[in-house]
């Protein structure tokens, strides 16, 4: 390559020019980032299932839409459940930017919204699941089955599904702050 003056610029090749811009700094990373942003969507979809079928028993049950019998009321827990549609949004919007807040926020109000409720209602429905369990007896129902024993079925998904989420939340964050640490090194 020569320069207006004429002469040639020496020691420069084509080698030497690395592009930086649209590139991540640790391929690794990136590699991580992806595979961890992969389960999490995987996952906020679980959660998005849970939480509609959460959702519908409370609309049905008080709208009316069915007899009780069908569909009982929901217990009490299952309304500040409804609330973990926040963690699942603050998630979502975290993943397309690497978004550091909304994945913070997103990990803590899981904890919340998420799992609180979870834990308060194991101990809500459990004198009603020694009862069924110890005398056959349920009261409430949702299509025919006991309405305790599905929504502990709904309960033990949700638990896993909130494990694992804040889990790989926690690794992906680890991830994007090795990477923006890397960046101020050079």
């Known amino acids: 390559m020569t320069s207006r003056g004429g002469s040639k610029t020496a020691g420069t090749t084509k080698s030497d020019f690395k592009p930086t811009r649209g590139r991540p700094s640790t391929h690794s990373n990136y590699q ?25 028993q409370v609309t049905v049950s008080h709208l009316d839409l069915v007899s009780h019998d069908t569909v009982s009321m929901p217990y009490q827990w299952e309304y500040p459940y409804l609330l973990s549609l926040f963690p699942l949004a603050a998630s979502s919007f975290s993943l397309p930017k690497n978004n550091i807040s909304y994945l913070v926020i997103s990990m803590i109000s899981s904890g919340l919204f998420s799992v609180a409720p979870l834990i308060y209602g194991s101990m809500e429905m459990f004198p009603v699941a020694q009862l069924l369990y110890r005398h056959g007896k ?13 929504m502990y079925l709904v309960m ?31």
């Open 138 to 150: 349920a009261y409430r129902f949702i299509f025919g089955f006991s309405a305790v024993t599905v």
């Open 32 to 56: 991580m980032s992806a595979a961890l942003k992969s389960e999490i969507r995987k996952l906020n979809f679980v959660h998005l299932v849970t939480w509609l079928l959460v959702a519908a």
């Open 156 to 186: 033990v998904v949700a638990v896993q599904v909130h494990g694992w989420q804040i889990y790989y939340s926690k690794k992906l964050l680890d991830s994007w702050f090795d990477d923006t640490q890397e960046k101020k090194k050079k």
